[in-house]
């Protein structure tokens, strides 16, 4: 549905130029719903202008639903763009227009019977039919981009674009536009590219990621495996974000709160690689190894209902049983680090 082809962008600014996007590949099946996550300056919003041409590419192809949009003339363009709706960070709405108004506003040139069947359909989609008559000052944050969504929706597109959309809402109403949008993709089959820096929104929606740096596509695959096992560092960062096991380190030097190990105890990191764990892996080297195990820390969280994240632990028990726990886990896909040891 959307693929591009060896795309860069490249901008001239006070007699520098500034290369934002540099030699990105991706493809992205039809009614996925994938995301491309990076911190700031790492050109993932300049490259999602550049998937419906707001931003024509210095070099490279752009294809959504299989037309060239890079090969396309201006009226051919604005005619496939109505195709790819957006919605943004901050909403963009026409303040001297109702809700009705501004979902209605892409449908310029329909019956009035048509435009109102479609807006209403929209509203009832987005869970707004009470507002219709409401202006945006009237609305809350998670409103406002119901309605940002519900006019992005309006001219039946085959992609949706989120730039950010998320990013000034607080957690509850992030997690209802998030339902929404797998609600959209559902019943619609839209096809969604989410563009974020926060790793939960990637996490609780997204099947595809893409991971950009410095205007690169450094790592990318299936958010499982990308973020049980990240192989770039930017990508570890993004993890870490997310999870309480990076602060191991900050215990462990803070004087205040001394982890202490006693003589033969291990600190192991014990992250989940594998898709499914249903065995009660803990408790069983626990018993099968006649090991003392205290959890310090545990961040494991389910992703399309299989574990991601890990444990902290301490292990003491003697050196060759501990070791034969490790391998235990190694085996079932656990992938064990030895952080300190007694």
């Not at 869970?127 to 940002?148: F, H, I, N, T, W």
Request: proline share 3%.
């Amino acid at each position: 549905m959307i693929q591009l082809e060896h795309v860069s962008k490249r901008f001239e600014a006070g007699g520098q130029t500034v290369e934002a996007v540099k030699d990105v590949s991706l493809h992205i099946e039809k009614g996925s719903i994938a995301g491309i996550i990076g911190f700031s300056g790492a050109g993932k919003s300049t490259l999602a202008r550049c998937v419906n041409l707001l931003e024509r590419p210095t070099e490279g192809r752009v294809i959504v639903g299989g037309s060239e949009l890079t090969a396309l003339s201006g009226r051919q363009l604005r005619e496939k763009r109505k195709k790819i709706g957006m919605i943004f960070q901050h909403f963009n709405l026409f303040a001297s227009r109702t809700v009705y108004g501004n979902v209605a506003y892409p449908l310029k040139g329909r019956s009035k019977g048509e435009i109102d069947q479609k807006v209403r359909s929209l509203l009832e989609l987005v869970g707004l039919s009470d507002k219709a008559e409401a202006y945006p000052s009237q609305l809350s944050g998670g409103q406002k981009q119901r309605v940002a969504i519900a006019r992005a929706l309006a001219s039946n597109p085959e992609v949706l674009l989120s730039d950010e959309a998320t990013s000034a809402l607080d957690p509850e109403t992030t997690q209802s536009i998030l339902r929404l949008l797998k609600e959209v993709n559902r019943a619609l089959g839209v096809t969604i590219l989410i563009i974020t820096h926060e790793m939960q929104v990637i996490k609780e929606i997204c099947s595809q990621v893409y991971v950009m740096e410095g205007g690169r596509i450094v790592e990318q695959g299936d958010v499982f495996q990308v973020f049980a096992v990240p192989r770039q560092a930017v990508t570890r960062r993004f993890v870490d974000s997310t999870s309480h096991l990076s602060r191991i380190q900050e215990l462990l030097d803070d004087p205040a709160r001394p982890i202490k190990l006693n003589p033969g105890d291990y600190l192991f990191r014990l992250n989940y690689l594998e898709r499914s764990t249903s065995e009660a892996l803990i408790s069983n080297i626990s018993r099968r190894f006649e090991l003392d195990v205290n959890i310090l820390l545990g961040s494991i969280e389910l992703i399309d209902g299989n574990p991601l994240g890990g444990l902290v632990v301490v292990a003491g028990g003697g050196h060759d049983k501990i070791a034969a726990a490790a391998e235990y886990l190694s085996k079932r896909n656990v992938q064990v680090e030895v952080i300190s040891h007694g």
